[in-house]
């Protein structure tokens, strides 16, 4: 049957050639076809978690893929409002965060089925167009913990965060996990500021903890690296190269780097088909699909003992491969000292 065909392209070369230029000048431009999108923020963009977000779908505008505009600092109050302006705009996929206003995000997705919205969101995915993300990178953290328990001195690390919310507990039992892993001794001081962003607040919970006699930090929030390099200690990067992008050289030993490019090139691809769906983006935040990954060492390479750094090197391949899982826990982690 090919060969059929092929001879009758090439018996009527002129209707042959038309209809081949047409089919591809069809395909070029769907492939082509950008699609509109926006940002919903309700912290500065330069805070860590939405600039992953900002910083994913930035590079998919850069790639041609989609016109991209963005609202930062939205209150939960007024955040519905500018949910409804953006569908009713013509935008045919918002990427935002419900964490608060679940009930209220989901309401709006109903009544706007023709937009696709990929939320952070702790619950479930909603009707046919309520797509739910979040922050999934426990897996590196585990990674870290191994480090950073063969690398304390004191037995004692610190872990200060932001909320005793799911996505950062389990960020912090993973860590904890793979320190305890290596090191049994080791015994864990937590703090959470109750603010996302508050450098200032989250340095002086890290002085308070050097002061309890921790010689290691995991800075879930901006401002623990500055305290870390004041005491002259190490400490352990999140969600951002924490080593560059937060003066972290020579303290930041590494960071659990979240990745949000895979989840929002998928949404793309699904709107530009028409088969974007409700679905959970949990898998796709997780290292198998590179939602994550373990920044590099910089100067920590030559630091850390060479069998730590095979044993993270083999673990994070078998939880690429699927064959070690980091458990889950989003209970409120608390104190062992």
Known sequence: MFLTSLKKIITGPILGITLLSSFFFVSSAAMAEKISVAGIYTQPIQQKWDAR????????????????????????????????????SGVQLIVGEAFGISREARKTAKDYPNVAFLMGDPFKPS?????????????????????????????????????????????FHAFMAGAKAVNPDVAFKVTFIGSWFDPPKAKEAAFAQVEAGVDVLYAE??????????????????????????????????????????????AISQVKAGTFTAQDYK?????????????????????IDPQIKAQVATLAEEIRQ????????DTEPKSTY
């Open 322 to 329: 699927g064959t070690f899982v980091v458990e889950i826990n």
């Open 127 to 171: 009707g046919d167009n309520f797509s739910v993300f979040d922050n999934y990178i426990h897996e590196p953290c585990y990674l870290m913990g191994m480090i950073a328990g063969s690398m304390t001195k004191t037995n004692k690390i610190g872990l200060v965060g932001g909320y005793p919310i799911g996505e950062v507990n389990r960020l």
């Open 283 to 303: 898998e796709w935040t997780m290292m198998t699909k590179g939602g994550a990954t373990l920044a590099p060492y910089y100067g920590f390479e030559d630091k």
């Open 53 to 88: 977000l900002h910083l994913a779908l930035q590079a998919a505008a850069a790639a041609g893929e989609i016109d991209y505009k963005y609202s930062e600092k939205v209150a939960n109050t007024d955040y519905v409002r500018v949910l409804r302006e953006y569908a009713q």
């Open 221 to 266: 929030r901006a401002g623990v690296v500055d305290a870390a390099r004041s005491k002259g200690i190490l400490a352990f990067g999140n969600v951002n190269d924490m080593n560059v992008e937060e003066n972290g050289a020579g303290v930041v030993v590494t960071s659990a780097l979240w990745h949000m490019e895979s989840a929002i090139n998928h």
